[in-house]
């Protein structure tokens, strides 16, 4: 993969938590995204809407290289993902590196994605201990911390099979922050989970809002994305057609496309 100088010259002199710059992504034949540009601010939220299929979740993907970009650049944290620049041109790391990147990359996944063989506590210090070679006990003496604060404590020893959705969603966030994470993404996180078990997500979510957390949320919740986030990003064909304010993009929204959308979901 060869850069260009702008490109180049965005890679050294990012100044944001999470920065993409012309990622294009293709399955096959099917080009899903087509020179998407996203930045985050440190401690900013950003909440990520559109229609199925307009590529928000592969773009969140690419944001820890689960997905591999066919061109353009991701960092976070100032730190390339995925690659190393020589030269003018894009390596990619070994996977041992890449591990290590994205064990400082929070995810949630909408599906929880807990091992069903491992009880609360060791989903939760699974990763630290295996990604970061960090000390057991200072570890364990964390996850129990971060399962009080997500209000599942008393689950530690359960199994994934024991809890209903929202429980394990909030273990799932819980095993995210155990990483200590620079950024925390989450793709579509209350998409499994029965109405009634929305809001107490939602709620550990807010929380972490209101901590600084830097977070950035695929979601369908309008009406969370409209109190909680700092910027609103509408995408559709693969593209971010508007960004900004929820105030800007809800009230006063700019593209016919995110005002066609919007009076569907308001």
Known sequence: MTTTAPVTAAIEHSRYAIEARGVHKSFGTLEVLKGVDLTVRPGEVTAILGPSGSGKSTLLR???????????????????????????RLHELKPRE????RSQIGFVFQN?????????LENVVEAPLSAQKRNRAEVEREARELLERVGVGDKAHDYPRRLSGGQQQ??????????????????????ALDPELVGEVLEVIRQLARDGATLVIVTH?????????????????????????????????????????????L
């Open 170 to 191: 909030r273990v799932a966030i819980a095993r995210a922050l155990a990483l200590r994470p620079k950024v925390i993404l989450f793709d579509e996180p209350t998409s």
């Open 98 to 101: 890449i591990l290590r990147q």
């Open 221 to 265: 919740e309008v009406g969370f994305a409209r109190e909680v986030a700092d910027s609103v990003v509408f995408m559709d064909g693969g593209l971010v057609v508007e960004q900004g304010s929820p105030a800007a993009v809800f009230d006063n929204p700019v593209h016919e496309r995110t005002k066609t959308f919007l009076s569907h979901v």
């Open 62 to 88: 690419t944001l820890n290289h689960l997905e591999k970009v066919d061109s353009g650049v991701v960092r976070v944290d100032g730190e390339l993902v995925g690659y190393r620049l020589r030269g003018r």
């Open 112 to 120: 929880f994605n807990l091992f069903p063989h491992l009880t609360v």
